[in-house]
């Protein structure tokens, strides 16, 4: 398995191990639950140096980005950061991804871990405006920093005004005494917080300067199960399981980030436009358990009679509600708000509304 550069650490911290996307990530520390309520109330740290990271740079980088995303990346400006996906041409999405730009010529691509190769693979097959790329995912480390008091500790760290970095935005400039730190606020929790990008051979120096910093606000490591009922609860979706290469972004609700705007031709346009217009043969919609039991990926879902009409994508028992919470696909005629529908847990028929998530308010 790969490692990243915090590995040791987290096996010194006795955390709960396993394979993730080809590295060896912490899971759990002290549990999931306790993990999820410290980022939603004080402050955690998750190492998500496994993700992907390509630069995009040139004369060809615009052309190129606004052929192989679906977002309309002319909108952006430098320091702005953008949510997109690579359609495929069959109607699905090849990944999720965020864009930031640097300059109109410069761009930084950051994808999920589980599909660096098959990304890379994508944009270079269809690289034909001649965009110059470069893959530094094994070049860059990342800590993501999250939680309503994570701005208090790294605050500590860096002249940068944090409180000057919205929403969907970055800076770059010194961090913990490290030069060309990219400060990133695009969190995965919905707790607030940061994402600090940064050269590995300075991971050491970050890693002990965030958790004293953050000592006095009850910081702590956090894993990836942490991580997964964080962005549920908050209805974002998660790749591999609400996102694949056979649903396509008009079916998971992300029309948003689907532009069909004059000028932009990116790929399968033209089915996405049919599907926005004419509407989808199934729909993501998130959901809440109205009888007591957890929904998990590949749980049917069905209607009063138990005939099939979709699958769970995502569930888990939401720490903070204390009730079964999830998202999947459905018929359309199933996905009107407060709509009734079941799960078929292993035989046993369990009822649920549809709802609008985030399911943490």
Same mark, same amino acid.
């Given at each position: 398995?790969?490692?990243?550069?915090?590995?040791?650490?987290?096996?010194?911290?006795?955390?709960?191990?396993? +394979?993730?996307?080809?590295?060896?990530?912490?899971?759990? &520390?002290?549990?999931?639950?306790?993990?999820? %309520?410290? @980022?939603? =109330? !004080?402050?955690?740290?998750?190492?998500?140096?496994?993700?992907?990271?390509?630069?995009?740079?040139?004369p060809g980088?615009?052309?190129?980005?606004?052929?192989?995303?679906?977002?309309?990346?002319?909108?952006?400006?430098?320091?702005?950061?953008?949510?997109?996906?690579?359609?495929?041409? +069959?109607?699905?999405?090849?990944?999720?991804?965020?864009? &930031?730009?640097?300059?109109?010529?410069?761009? %930084?691509? @950051?994808? =999920? !871990?589980?599909?660096?190769?098959?990304?890379?693979?994508?944009?270079v097959a269809h690289n034909t405006e001649g965009a110059e790329l470069e893959?530094?995912?094994?070049?860059?480390?990342?800590?993501?920093?999250?939680?309503?008091?994570?701005?208090?500790?790294?605050?500590?760290?860096?002249?940068?005004?944090?409180?000057?970095?919205?929403?969907?935005?970055?800076?770059v400039g010194e961090f913990a005494g490290e030069k060309n730190v990219i400060i990133s606020n695009t969190g995965y929790t919905g707790a607030g917080g940061f994402e600090l990008y940064f050269y590995p051979d300075a991971a050491d120096k970050i890693w002990n300067a965030v958790f004293e910093a953050g000592e006095e606000f009850g910081i702590k490591p956090v894993g990836l199960g942490a991580r997964d009922t964080l962005r549920l609860e908050m209805g974002f979706?998660?790749?591999?399981?609400?996102?694949?290469?056979?649903?396509?972004?008009?079916?998971?609700?992300?029309?948003?980030?689907?532009?069909?705007?004059?000028?932009?031709?990116?790929?399968?346009?033209?089915?996405?436009?049919?599907?926005?217009?004419?509407?989808?043969?199934?729909?993501?919609?998130?959901?809440?358990?109205?009888?007591r039991g957890i929904p998990r990926h590949g749980y049917e879902l069905v209607d009063e009679d138990g005939g099939k009409i979709g699958i769970v994508t995502s569930g888990t028992m939401s720490p903070m509600r204390k009730i079964g919470i999830g998202m999947g696909y459905v018929k359309p005629e199933y996905s009107k708000l407060g709509t009734e529908i079941f799960i078929d847990m292993r035989g046993r028929k369990l009822k649920a509304v549809v709802v609008r998530p985030p399911f943490r308010k």
């Open positions: 398995m790969k490692t990243t550069p915090f590995t040791d650490k987290h096996i010194a911290l006795g955390a709960k191990m396993h +394979e993730f996307a080809g590295y060896n990530m912490p899971i759990e &520390y002290s549990g999931i639950i306790d993990e999820h %309520l410290t @980022v939603c =109330n !004080a402050v955690g740290v998750f190492d998500v140096s496994h993700m992907g990271e390509f630069w995009v740079k040139g980088a615009l052309p190129f980005l606004q052929k192989i995303t679906s977002n309309n990346v002319a909108a952006l400006a430098p320091g702005k950061v953008q949510y997109t996906c690579f359609p495929n041409e +069959e109607g699905g999405i090849v990944d999720d991804l965020l864009v &930031y730009q640097y300059d109109p010529q410069k761009y %930084l691509l @950051v994808v =999920n !871990a589980s599909n660096i190769e098959k990304d890379w693979n994508w944009c893959n530094s995912s094994d070049r860059t480390a990342q800590l993501a920093v999250q939680g309503p008091k994570a701005i208090l500790a790294l605050q500590k760290l860096t002249d940068i005004d944090l409180s000057d970095i919205p929403y969907y935005t970055f800076k979706c998660l790749y591999g399981n609400d996102l694949d290469d056979t649903t396509s972004p008009i079916e998971a609700g992300l029309g948003w980030i689907t532009k069909f705007v004059d000028g932009k031709n990116f790929t399968n346009r033209a089915m996405l436009e049919k599907q926005k217009a004419e509407g989808t043969v199934r729909k993501l919609v998130g959901f809440e358990m109205i009888d």
